[in-house]
């Protein structure tokens, strides 16, 4: 899809859990985005550095990345549990970024957010841990419901949650 999007003259981004592919000719910016900030795999690497016997020299540590098209990725920052719980603020962040710039630009656009939080391990933000009583799952469920829900005006380009 974002390459027919890309052809059409639309202005395309992806934010989070990519997961089909990892290597040059498989990044989302080889496939038709422009732009690409997330985790190439699973959400579970977030855990591989806090178990038992993991060792870096063998397996370096999953990274959240950025990437432009025709460009390689770059390593912004370890993905582990201390980052797990704040990457889907972040994604937010940047997709309501990116769509305040095309508005403001009158460029259409594309983007698409696959949000981590649906996944394994269920690690709230911050803000939402212990909040409902009933472990992580629950929390992190509390805090999409508060996070992932924002009301835009692109045209004043003020967003508010």
Same mark, same amino acid.
Request: charge should be negative; proline fraction near 8%.
């Given at each position: 899809? $974002? =390459?027919?999007? &890309? /052809?059409?003259?639309?202005? +395309?981004?992806?934010?989070?859990?990519?997961?089909?592919?990892?290597?040059?000719?498989?990044?989302?910016?080889?496939?038709?985005?422009?732009?690409?900030?997330?985790?190439?795999?699973?959400?579970?690497?977030?855990?591989?550095?806090?178990?038992?016997?993991?060792?870096?020299?063998?397996?370096?540590?999953?990274?959240?990345?950025?990437?432009?098209?025709?460009?390689? $990725? =770059?390593?912004? &920052? /370890?993905?582990?549990?201390? +980052?797990?719980?704040?990457?889907?603020?972040?994604?937010?962040?940047?997709?309501?970024?990116?769509?305040?710039?095309?508005?403001?630009?009158?460029?259409?656009?594309?983007?698409?957010?696959?949000?981590?939080?649906?996944?394994?391990?269920?690690?709230?933000?911050?803000?939402?841990?212990?909040?409902?009583?009933?472990?992580?799952?629950?929390?992190?469920?509390?805090?999409?419901?508060?996070?992932?829900?924002?009301?835009?005006?692109?045209?004043?380009?003020?967003?508010?949650?």
């Amino acid at each position: 899809m $974002p =390459e027919l999007f &890309k /052809e059409a003259g639309y202005a +395309t981004a992806m934010y989070g859990k990519w997961h089909i592919g990892d290597q040059p000719g498989r990044y989302p910016t080889d496939q038709g985005f422009d732009e690409w900030y997330g985790i190439a795999n699973t959400t579970d690497e977030a855990q591989y550095t806090s178990q038992f016997g993991y060792d870096p020299n063998v397996l370096e540590p999953p990274q959240i990345q950025f990437a432009t098209r025709s460009e390689l $990725p =770059e390593d912004v &920052k /370890e993905y582990n549990l201390e +980052t797990r719980p704040l990457i889907d603020r972040e994604l937010t962040e940047r997709t309501i970024a990116f769509m305040t710039e095309q508005t403001k630009a009158e460029q259409p656009f594309f983007i698409y957010v696959p949000f981590t939080q649906s996944h394994l391990p269920p690690v709230a933000h911050p803000d939402f841990q212990g909040s409902t009583g009933n472990g992580g799952w629950a929390d992190m469920v509390a805090a999409g419901g508060g996070d992932d829900v924002v009301y835009l005006d692109l045209r004043g380009s003020s967003a508010e949650n």
